[in-house]
């Protein structure tokens, strides 16, 4: 009886001489870890601990990588220094990126239309004073074609004008300087067509303002968009980022040389 006792412990322990099969079923504890070992994990590879949020942005070597959602502060501003809604549309505000679009597209064609509109008009004005008074202006200045608009000829200006002002040089009437209005009239029609460029031209120089101030505030809004985004994946501002760029935007319409005049300055 002993020796049988034996014979069946030795079966159980290497395989039943027989060929009988024992099979064993899998604990609840068993399943669960089988599943976890073939869960590919978030943190480092080959490691089954659960991986925490901080640790999702770094690679197998530890370093940081960045969000493809994070935006950078200084590409923002160079795309919208560059083209306003640029650096929106980089943001991702799409929508807001529009509405700079349109207001550099009106600004332009403003330009190109008073721009064009105000030469018209100075061809016309020096095509008339050729005609109707004789004076050549192509290659004068403002102040000059304004005393052709102002005295009747050279004698005019010559004996009255310097009356006025000693200062003002002695024209010679000769061919580059000559000019003399037969008809009060045609002196009065000149002035308005030289009148009507020089506004054509002063509100050209108003729309080149109204493009740097559309570049100044998508600059400004670029910067807090991308901002949101750093701060919204937790990354901290660099140096660069850390700056506080300033601006003084002065309009002096009386002006003749700068109506409008924009200053950028840094704080550090």
């Not at 999702?56 to 070597?61: I, N, P, T």
Request: proline share 4%.
């Amino acid at each position: 009886m002993k020796n049988c006792w034996i014979i069946i412990g030795l079966s159980l322990a290497f395989g039943s001489p027989a060929g009988a099969v024992l099979n064993l079923e899998p604990t609840p504890i068993q399943t669960e870890l089988a599943i976890e070992l073939q869960t590919p994990t978030l943190g480092v590879s080959g490691s089954s601990m659960p991986t925490s949020l901080a640790q999702r942005d770094r690679d197998d070597w530890g370093v940081k990588q960045a969000h493809p959602d994070r935006k950078s502060v200084s590409r923002a501003v160079l795309y919208s220094a560059l083209l306003p809604g640029l650096g929106e549309y980089y943001v991702g505000n799409r929508k807001k990126a529009r509405y700079f679009f349109a207001a550099e597209a009106l600004s332009w064609l403003g330009y190109l239309s008073y721009h064009t509109y105000g030469t018209w008009k100075e061809d016309d004005y020096i095509n008339f004073a050729r005609e109707r008074a004789g004076a050549e202006l192509e290659d004068k200045d403002d102040l000059f074609r304004d005393w052709v608009g102002f005295y009747d000829d050279i004698d005019h200006f010559n004996e009255q004008g310097r009356v006025q002002d000693r200062d003002r040089p002695y024209l010679i009437d000769n061919e580059s300087n000559h000019w003399r209005w037969r008809d009060p009239a045609d002196k009065a029609a000149y002035r308005e067509l030289k009148n009507g460029s020089r506004e054509a031209f002063r509100r050209r120089d108003y729309t080149i303002g109204l493009m740097i101030l559309n570049r100044i505030v998508s600059v400004i809004d670029a910067v807090r968009d991308a901002r949101q985004t750093r701060k919204l994946f937790g990354a901290t501002p660099a140096a660069d980022d850390q700056r506080r760029f300033g601006y003084r935007l002065d309009i002096d319409p009386l002006s003749i040389d700068r109506q409008v005049q924009v200053s950028l300055f840094a704080r550090f």
